[in-house]
């Protein structure tokens, strides 16, 4: 998926035939530190989805044990919600589209 | 009503016309077409509201390939289900046969008419935990009994699916 926090290079030449200047290197003024910042995949819980059906979700999208896969499934059960990964933000994203797909209820949040 | 695997397939026999009428809905049920709620169940948001960016490019980039993979699964089903055409009329019992190649589509459109149907009917974590309500006496009552009753279906491909 395409987003527009990536860190933009661009070159800027002047059309000046004889002589080459050095580039002027132009950066988003982002800190290290924000980028370095992990994404949450949340899944929150809903009456529909079935807990087997959530389980299986889980195993087959993070490759998680069933015993880790049914752990994360309880804990959206009983307190609503579970942080089943962190880290970078474009795999946190294809996690969510994945858990969409299953029709899961899933979000990313950015860790603060 | 009879559910087993046979080979390579899960076969439900003995279907009365009323079981073979609710399976026929599936596809229809899985419409959120006209429900606010149901579209936006079934297209969640991927973040907070707050995060506009990223969700205005979900809409942009995601959800149309969220619609055509839920759409596939509908139509893996519809074409199954063209095996109960025919008996319309008929009070004779029938069978459905879902090739187990097929049971992920399956499992989509259930879970795809599930939601629809409870957002539809705004049905309470109570209600449909209540697994005994009867008996059908409206149409509400029967959304009921088709969302309890595609979760055992659904129950079922599970457990099948983890045999395999």
Sequence with gaps: MAHGDSALLILNQKAVPTTVEKPTIEQETKSEEEFDLPWHVVVHNDPINLMTYVTMVFQRVFGYPREKAERHMLEVHHKGRSILWSGVRERAELYVQQLHGYLLLATLEKVS | MDICRENDALQISDL??????????IPASTNPEGLPAAEQRIFSAPADTKQKQLCSEWKTYVEPELRRLFQSATETVTSDLAQL????????????RIPLDHADA??????????VIAAKY?????ELNDHYHSPVGSRRDLGLFQVNFYGFLQEFILRELDNN
């Design chain 2, 16 to 25: 009365d016309p009323f079981l073979a009428e609710l399976l026929r809905q």
């Design chain 2, 85 to 96: 055409n025919g008996n319309e009329k008929s009070l004779r019992n029938c069978t459905l």
């Design chain 2, 106 to 115: 399956w499992l989509n459109a259930l879970n795809q008419a599930r939601l």
């Design chain 2, 122 to 126: 705004a049905f309470t974590e109570s």
